[in-house]
């Protein structure tokens, strides 16, 4: 539940040093308002013992669980009363979104009226964009080996893959070291003295220490040109989930917030 409380001041008493005052909870019914304007002294009548007129009253403080509202002294209670009935027929989950909606500035909340949760898709406990995109990615794919081939070969840390297959490689895979004939061509043609001196670096023919030309090769030569031929578990951990959700997030239509992640489909 939201709370939407604030504090009503007699203002006559308050220019004369006095402060009289009492916090209402909103909303509240005309009845329970005049009884609080009869405990605080404000009355279209004289003060029984000054004789003075006491009939305006302001706001001097106010507390929400509502994010970025704003409260001016001078603000009409019955508009008020009308955002707090309106945030009241909320549900949990709608109070949900309208919070975030507005703590991330896609909606003030003087415009309760015109709320509509359905623009609104929220990601609960997803603080950064590495958990965002797997978040995405899983919920509205089904998981990252059912994305199209561009997006993986353009979210695919191809470096890393590089860096990895470098280091993991072993020339014994490829050449039968009981072979000695097929041995003794691969070390004159590699110029090394033993096939483990072999490097990926030397069997697919690029640069030292080029790790992203590397993943390329690899992924021209083994897989067909195509990381998606590559098995889930080697997607999963290359595709770079970070990179994928700051694209969409460079739309502007979400922002993190102290819940979650929040999108605005109607900007």
């Given at each position: 539940?939201?709370?939407?409380?604030?504090?009503?001041?007699?203002?006559?008493?308050?220019?004369?040093?006095?402060?009289?005052?009492?916090?209402?909870?909103?909303?509240?019914?005309?009845?329970?308002?005049?009884?609080?304007?009869?405990?605080?002294?404000?009355?279209?009548?004289?003060?029984?013992?000054?004789?003075?007129?006491?009939?305006?009253?302001?706001?001097?403080?106010?507390?929400?669980?509502?994010?970025?509202?704003?409260?001016?002294?001078?603000?009409?209670?019955?508009?008020?009363?009308?955002i707090a009935e309106s945030i009241e027929s909320l549900s949990d989950y709608e109070l949900k979104i309208l919070k975030n909606a507005c703590e991330a500035g896609f909606f003030d909340i003087e415009n309760i009226e015109d709320f509509d949760r359905s623009r609104y898709y929220f990601y609960e406990d997803v603080y950064d964009y590495q958990s965002l995109g797997e978040y995405m990615i899983d919920d509205i794919y089904g998981g990252v080996e059912h994305l199209e081939s561009e997006t993986l070969a353009s979210n695919f840390n191809m470096e890393s893959f590089g860096w990895d297959e470098h280091y993991y490689f072993n020339a014994e895979d490829y050449i039968d070291r009981d072979d000695e004939e097929q041995v003794a061509e691969a070390c004159e043609r590699y110029g090394v003295d033993d096939i483990t001196d072999i490097t990926a670096y030397d069997w697919y023919d690029v640069s030292e220490g080029d790790d992203e030309a590397l993943g390329e090769a690899i992924i021209d030569e083994v897989y067909g040109g195509d990381v998606e031929n590559l098995d889930r578990t080697t997607l999963e951990r290359y595709f770079d989930y970070s990179e994928y959700a700051r694209g969409i997030d460079a739309a502007g239509v979400g922002a993190f917030t102290s819940d979650g992640y929040i999108e605005d489909t109607g900007r």
């Open positions: 539940m939201a709370y939407l409380n604030i504090y009503l001041t007699n203002l006559g008493k308050y220019n004369e040093g006095e402060l009289v005052g009492e916090w209402v909870e909103l909303p509240i019914s005309d009845e329970e308002l005049q009884a609080v304007f009869k405990r605080i002294g404000i009355s279209d009548k004289p003060d029984p013992v000054t004789g003075q007129y006491y009939e305006e009253y302001f706001i001097t403080d106010y507390e929400s669980d509502i994010p970025d509202i704003s409260i001016g002294e001078y603000d009409s209670i019955d508009s008020l009363n009308e």
